[in-house]
């Protein structure tokens, strides 16, 4: 889960990944940006009562995007034996992130829990089982030899191994 991309999906099949999605969430950044700006207009003009109005329809746009992806991230999962789907357990990381007012604005209107609670339900009806992990250096470690290096960008390179891959997709 990320700011890039709001989920990954990628499944590993003998230990090796394959078939990595994205969801972008970029409907869900457009709506809180879009009511972001609607409500600075409207508390500037002290209409607080539209504005009360208008977070319902922003939660039920929110919420709507968000089940269509934990949807298709449940059924993704469903295709593979035996599957098992992996989170990050984001706890603290809010806390840990200030990046200043824009990005903070960005990254903290995300709904990153409302989307693994979503998933977990889906996946316990689907009887797929859920865990989450310890998000530290996941997605610096290499898949193929566990070598931990420093990643810049959106690729990690292993010195060790010679592995390039993108960082989302390395589990």
Do not use: W
Request: glycine share 6%; with cysteine.
């Amino acid at each position: 889960m990320g700011e890039r991309n709001l989920a990954t999906v990628v499944a590993l099949v003998n230990g090796k990944p394959t078939k990595g999605t994205f969801f972008k969430g970029s409907k869900i950044k457009e709506v809180r940006h879009k009511y972001f700006n609607i409500r600075k207009k409207l508390q500037e003009k002290k209409r607080l009562d539209v504005v009360r109005r208008l977070s319902d329809k922003e939660r039920r746009i929110v919420n709507h995007e968000l089940h269509i992806i934990s949807k298709k991230i449940v059924e993704y999962a469903k295709q593979f034996p035996a599957p098992v789907i992996v989170m990050e357990k984001l706890t603290g990381i809010r806390e840990n992130f200030e990046k200043g007012k824009k990005l903070n604005r960005r990254f903290h209107s995300l709904p990153f829990r409302k989307l693994q609670k979503m998933v977990e339900y889906k996946a316990k009806l689907e009887g797929i089982k859920v865990r989450y992990i310890n998000p530290k250096d996941t997605s610096k470690t290499c898949h193929r030899c566990g070598y931990v290096t420093h990643v810049e960008g959106r690729e990690l390179r292993c010195p060790k191994c010679g592995l390039k891959y993108n960082r989302d997709l390395n589990q």
